[in-house]
């Protein structure tokens, strides 16, 4: 799974994804910098990793990670292939979600494309260009529905007014994700055409240092222009967190997020976000050689969850033994837990809960 960091050009993106993938992405006060999609794997901070860590003391501890894509600026007119619309539009559909990027800040060093910040009409540019691209896909999908349509057909009766559905509101400036949808006509329907506008969201507001702790007016009125779109905001002084990124020594970091009044740097909330924004969540498994994060999708069943470690854990499934995170904790060992009568016994269709501590039983 994958999260695609999009914005105008000179928005931070460059910077942020440096942040995030120590992967130093060129990064210059110019449009077009990153041209090639970088990706950077990165680490998802995990607090009861650590705990586990301390618990079980292992070989090697492994955390879950998320694929982060840095795709280049996008201009007006990227749906016709303006600039590297073409390129921009292709790397943006081949991602899960969407963290967009929002210059949050004033600063006469850093050269706007449109001459002056206002993030509501740089929202607006992208929205645009993605919302016509989605156009042209309804556009070409209805004329080969309603010919069918005509002939009788319910089915493609029925698609041609969900698509009638999605091409009013992508004509009114309505992403996808924004319009409500019968769950069966959804399924059916919408989430094969793949839309871009239709990806979850994130706006990241980026903001100088003295903003990061509670945003400023333009986040505020980012806040509102989102409120009915089905989107996360998140505020980020990203040139801050490059600062912070700078430092090698740990506790002189923790000084510098003491100073603008952190906990902890905000890209390690972005990271947690942009998984949560992929739906994905969490199990773990804990051992002497390794304790380690495993990535699956929120619902993924216990049968499921051991695929993910080999498929032959999935196809040979006989059952899982699961303990809850907070019992592991509580009673500090696995061999403590047996004793208090607190591990499970899981079948195929348990449904996996977030930080549950697993082991697979499985033949082949």
């Not at 928005?11 to 210059?28: I, P």
Request: with cysteine; proline share 3%; aromatic share 6%.
């Amino acid at each position: 799974m994958k999260a695609g960091i999009v914005g105008l050009p000179n928005v931070g993106k460059s910077t942020l994804f440096n942040c995030l993938s120590n992967a130093k992405a060129q990064s210059a006060n110019f449009p077009f910098c990153t041209i090639e999609p970088n990706i950077g794997v990165v680490n998802v901070p995990d607090p009861r990793l650590q705990k586990l860590e301390e618990l079980v003391n292992p070989e090697r501890v492994l955390p879950a990670t998320v694929e982060i894509v840095d795709i280049a600026g996008l201009v007006k007119g990227a749906s016709k292939g303006e600039g590297l619309g073409n390129q921009f539009l292709a790397n943006i559909r081949e991602t899960d979600a969407i963290l967009h990027v929002l210059r949050c800040f004033d600063n006469d060093n850093i050269v706007h494309v449109d001459g002056n910040v206002n993030p509501i009409r740089d929202k607006e540019t992208i929205d645009m260009e993605l919302q016509l691209k989605d156009l042209e896909t309804i556009d070409k999908k209805l004329d080969k529905v309603k010919r069918a349509a005509k002939t009788g057909n319910k089915d493609a009766q029925k698609e041609e007014s969900v698509l009638l559905k999605i091409k009013s509101g992508l004509e009114a400036g309505i992403s996808v994700r924004a319009i409500e949808f019968d769950e069966s006509d959804y399924e059916e329907f919408v989430k094969p055409s793949q839309l871009i506008t239709d990806k979850p969201v994130m706006y990241v507001c980026n903001v100088d240092e003295n903003a990061a702790v509670s945003g400023n007016a333009y986040v505020d009125q980012v806040k509102e222009a989102v409120k009915d779109e089905n989107a996360e905001v998140l505020v980020l002084a990203v040139g801050t967190e490059a600062d912070i990124n700078e430092l090698d020594d740990y506790e002189e970091r923790q000084l510098f997020l003491q100073d603008i009044g952190l906990e902890e740097p905000g890209s390690a909330k972005l990271i947690r976000s942009a998984y949560k924004l992929l739906n994905q969540q969490t199990y773990f498994t804990a051992g002497v050689k390794e304790v380690r994060a495993w990535t699956i999708n929120v619902g993924a069943t216990g049968p499921q969850a051991a695929g993910v470690i080999h498929t032959d854990f999935e196809k040979g499934f006989i059952r899982a033994e699961v303990i809850a995170y907070d019992d592991y904790i509580t009673y500090g060992s696995e061999a403590k837990v047996k004793e208090a009568g607190k591990m499970r016994v899981e079948g195929k269709n348990y449904v996996v809960k977030d930080g549950d501590v697993m082991h697979f039983l499985f033949n082949v």
